[in-house]
């Protein structure tokens, strides 16, 4: 800290930001991160507490960055959460601008990719691999708890009640790319609460090379389903046909499976008025339903959303705070089926059986 500033503090006078800016990123510049971090620290409260909160919300913006772009990712971390306490300290409304200082802030998080070439005859090679899983672990853990406090803060002030869908997809982009243990039902939530579903189908594409043998029919049913229980039956629809795409450019094509023959029906039913053939779908295909508990769940999700069947009291939807308290989405209008049930089921569920 310089003599000046010092002084200012020693009279109850707060420096510049811009001065104390410049002073803390020299201190980081040599070397003195963790002295510099106890600094933004301080002076970022001090700030608060006068009510100055935009004077402190630049500091902490800048020494995120600043420490984050040193590779000091928990420090950097810490600073970005604080960011966002000030913002609700200081009830700042939900706003673009806002949204895009938050955005730089998660842009100078580190991607780091693993250490290729290892075998496990080489002690060297294996605590190699060992420090950089746990540093990979470590950097998911603080950017999804910055990023989860960000959405929590859009979702209070203005944005939408599960929060800005950039935000959601700015997490699940994180932890699906340096996640060393992926989850995939844990990032395709946030994909669906996102605003980018060209980018989920690259992912799961991505993802279905990658994965245990059975498990990329799951994880596509799961998008689907998960998209349908918003009532978002376009997302849904152009996440398929998006997948599809993207396969087709790599010689491949959507896994065969009744899970997926389900979910291809399923997306055609929902464009009409047609409880009865959704009944029909969903106990035709049950065995394949019952690969995963969740999908009768969001299947009721469904059946509530497009054809006002309510849930029984007893069995609330397990996403509880994720997927309540929403309104029919106005990409879920569907199509009038014939009036005669028996003709059109003829046409599209006989072939089926």
């Given at each position: 800290?310089?003599?000046?500033?010092?002084?200012?503090?020693?009279?109850?006078?707060?420096?510049?930001?811009?001065?104390?800016?410049?002073?803390?990123?020299?201190?980081?510049?040599?070397?003195?991160?963790?002295?510099?971090?106890?600094?933004?620290?301080?002076?970022?409260?001090?700030?608060?507490?006068?009510?100055?909160?935009?004077?402190?919300?630049?500091?902490?913006?800048?020494?995120?960055?600043?420490?984050?772009?040193?590779?000091?990712?928990?420090?950097?971390?810490?600073?970005?959460?604080?960011?966002?306490?000030?913002?609700?300290?200081?009830?700042?409304?939900?706003?673009?601008?806002?949204?895009?200082?938050?955005?730089?802030?998660?842009?100078?998080?580190?991607?780091?990719?693993?250490?290729?070439?290892?075998?496990?005859?080489?002690?060297?090679?294996?605590?190699?691999?060992?420090?950089?899983?746990?540093?990979?672990?470590?950097?998911?853990?603080?950017?999804?708890?910055?990023?989860?406090?960000?959405?929590?803060?859009?979702?209070?002030?203005?944005?939408?009640?599960?929060?800005?869908?950039?935000?959601?997809?700015?997490?699940?982009?994180?932890?699906?790319?340096?996640?060393?243990?992926?989850?995939?039902?844990?990032?395709?939530?946030?994909?669906?609460?996102?605003?980018?579903?060209?980018?989920?189908?690259?992912?799961l594409a991505n993802f279905m090379g990658k994965c245990y043998p059975g498990e990329d029919d799951l994880a596509i049913a799961r998008a689907v389903l998960m998209y349908l229980s918003q009532g978002d039956l376009r997302d849904a629809n152009k996440l398929v046909g998006e997948l599809r795409k993207q396969l087709e450019v790599k010689q491949q094509t959507l896994p065969k499976s009744d899970l997926i023959t389900f979910v291809v029906y399923l997306l055609e039913t929902l464009e009409r008025d047609a409880l009865p053939l959704f009944r029909m779908l969903r106990q035709k295909y049950k065995s394949s339903i019952d690969r995963e508990r969740l999908f009768d769940e969001l299947l009721d999700d469904v059946a509530e959303k497009f054809y006002g069947v309510r849930r029984q009291a007893a069995f609330p939807s397990m996403f509880g705070d994720i997927f309540k308290d929403m309104n029919p989405h106005p990409r879920c209008r569907m199509k009038i089926w014939p009036a005669n049930i028996w003709s059109w089921t003829k046409v599209f569920i006989l072939p089926m059986l």
């Open positions: 800290m310089s003599r000046m500033m010092r002084q200012q503090t020693r009279r109850g006078v707060l420096p510049s930001p811009q001065e104390i800016m410049q002073t803390l990123e020299k201190s980081v510049n040599e070397g003195n991160a963790y002295g510099a971090l106890q600094l933004y620290k301080t002076y970022s409260a001090r700030y608060a507490s006068a009510e100055k909160y935009n004077d402190a919300l630049e500091i902490l913006q800048a020494g995120a960055i600043l420490q984050l772009q040193h590779s000091e990712v928990t420090s950097g971390a810490e600073l970005a959460t604080l960011f966002v306490e000030i913002l609700i300290k200081g009830k700042f409304l939900f706003s673009e601008e806002t949204l895009d200082r938050i955005r730089k802030i998660y842009q100078a998080f580190p991607k780091l990719s693993m250490p290729h070439h290892l075998t496990d005859q080489d002690d060297d090679d294996m605590e190699r691999l060992s420090e950089a899983l746990v540093a990979a672990k470590t950097r998911v853990e603080v950017c999804s708890s910055f990023l989860k406090s960000a959405l929590r803060w859009s979702a209070e002030y203005g944005s939408s009640k599960s929060g800005c869908p950039e935000l959601h997809y700015m997490l699940a982009e994180y932890i699906y790319s340096e996640s060393p243990e992926l989850d995939m039902a844990k990032v395709t939530v946030h994909f669906v609460r996102g605003n980018n579903p060209e980018k989920f189908a690259s992912s």
